[in-house]
């Protein structure tokens, strides 16, 4: 039996917002979800290629069919759950994709937590507008010995130089991750 070779969270790049210690933030154009559904194919082809390995596990736990069809394009694994399920299975996996849990977020950061590889991250994909909601993840997510390592915005349409438009922004995706080093909490 061949042994997994440990890798570390992505390295985030972009500008950074302030935090303890600050957190990167990152721009991706990419279109917004159908209403009722997590994010756009774009999104999750981002999400796959950006944070996992071939051969790596990732659990879906969104609404609609975007995420599992990077997935399989990318050659990954993975977990895919019902997310209206009261208990899902929990195995080690690199990746869990999610939005705002409907459970008790403390406990289902701490399931997270549980059943990340060290390294391994959880995106949490929010609406875009609700000032507080980040907030809440970012807290209940500490509180359950993750670390918060990215922040992601995802707009429809790119920014332009010289073009003073506003972004059309629809999309936070907050990257939480269990850190090897610190076992997982930031402070």
Not at 18 to 41: H, K, L, Y
Request: with cysteine; hydrophobic share 40%.
């Amino acid at each position: 039996m061949t042994e997994r070779k440990h890798r570390q969270a992505p390295v985030p790049v972009g500008d950074v917002v302030s935090g303890d210690p600050p957190v990167p933030i990152t721009f991706w154009p990419v279109p917004a979800p159908v209403p009722g559904e997590t994010m756009s194919n774009a999104m999750g082809v981002r999400l796959v290629h950006n944070l996992t390995h071939p051969t790596d596990l990732i659990t879906d736990l969104t609404a609609g069919p975007q995420l599992a069809r990077a997935i399989i394009a990318a050659r990954r694994r993975s977990h895919l759950q019902n997310t209206r399920t009261v208990g899902w299975d929990w195995h080690t996996a690199t990746l869990i994709v999610t939005g705002w849990p409907s459970s008790d977020p403390r406990e289902f950061f701490a399931r997270c937590r549980t059943s990340l590889l060290p390294g391994g991250c959880v995106a949490v994909l929010l609406p875009h507008g609700d000032v507080v909601l980040p907030v809440d993840v970012i807290t209940a997510a500490k509180k359950a010995g993750l670390a918060y390592l990215q922040h992601i915005v995802a707009a429809g349409r790119p920014l332009r130089r010289g073009n003073q438009t506003q972004l059309d922004i629809h999309t936070d995706v907050l990257i939480m991750t269990h850190s090897a080093e610190n076992g997982g909490s930031d402070g």
